[in-house]
């Protein structure tokens, strides 16, 4: 059974920190991190190769970090803003494409939520 779980999810202050984990249970090609707010599409934020390379999105760059390891996926956010509220997802896929892709990822966790409030 293919499993992601997620994990560090909850509740900030505006210019707080949190860091997201994910663990999965077989090394996929890729994994990522999306995000979707209240009444929005799902968003990509991050990509973390098997290979170590990683990709963000331009409106998280300097300010949240993934890194990879394995079968684990980390999200270090920083300088959180209220509009980094939503549901935060980890994904993963086997197969090559878009990183920005929803539609690339076979795989999805169950989401954590990240509130950010003034």
């Known amino acids: 059974q293919v499993q992601l779980v997620e994990s560090g999810g909850g509740s900030v202050q505006t210019g707080g920190s949190l860091r997201l984990s994910c663990e999965t249970t077989r090394d996929p090609y890729c994994m990522a991190w999306f995000r979707q707010g209240p009444g929005t599409e799902r968003e990509w934020v991050g990509t973390?190769?098997?290979?170590?390379q990683t990709q963000y999105a331009e409106f998280v760059k300097g300010r949240f970090t993934v890194s990879r390891d394995n079968r684990k996926l980390h999200l270090q956010m920083s300088s959180l803003k209220s509009e980094d509220t939503a549901m935060y997802y980890c994904?993963?896929?086997?197969?090559?494409?878009?990183?920005?892709?929803?539609?690339?990822?076979?795989?999805w966790g169950q989401g954590t939520q990240v509130t950010v409030s003034s």
């Open positions: 973390g190769e098997e290979d170590g």
């Open positions: 994904a993963k896929t086997y197969r090559g494409g878009r990183v920005l892709d929803p539609n690339r990822y076979e795989y």
